[in-house]
């Protein structure tokens, strides 16, 4: 985990995705950037495993996944 300084976790990378004021804040005053990030794969799968999620959501969640390291 080399690099890594924040582990996100699902509610965090949600507000993210919602452009929530509040987080966006303090993701920019911590200047916290995507290659510092991991989530775990528990977050993963509560992203990705929500009922009734679309075709668009599970795309746009992948991709914004795929800057976060990965964690067991």
């Known amino acids: ?6 582990i996100l976790d699902t509610n965090f990378i949600i ?3 919602k ?5 966006l804040t303090m993701v920019n005053e ?3 950037l995507a290659s510092e990030c ?4 528990i977050t993963r799968i509560e992203l990705l495993g929500f009922h009734g999620i679309t075709l668009n959501e599970d ?3 992948r991709q914004k996944l795929s800057a976060f390291t990965c964690v067991n």
């Open 1 to 6: 985990m080399s690099g890594i300084k924040y």
């Open 15 to 17: 507000s993210i995705m």
């Open 19 to 23: 452009s929530d004021v509040s987080t």
């Open 30 to 32: 911590l200047n916290i």
């Open 38 to 41: 991991a989530c775990s794969v």
């Open 59 to 61: 795309a746009l969640i």
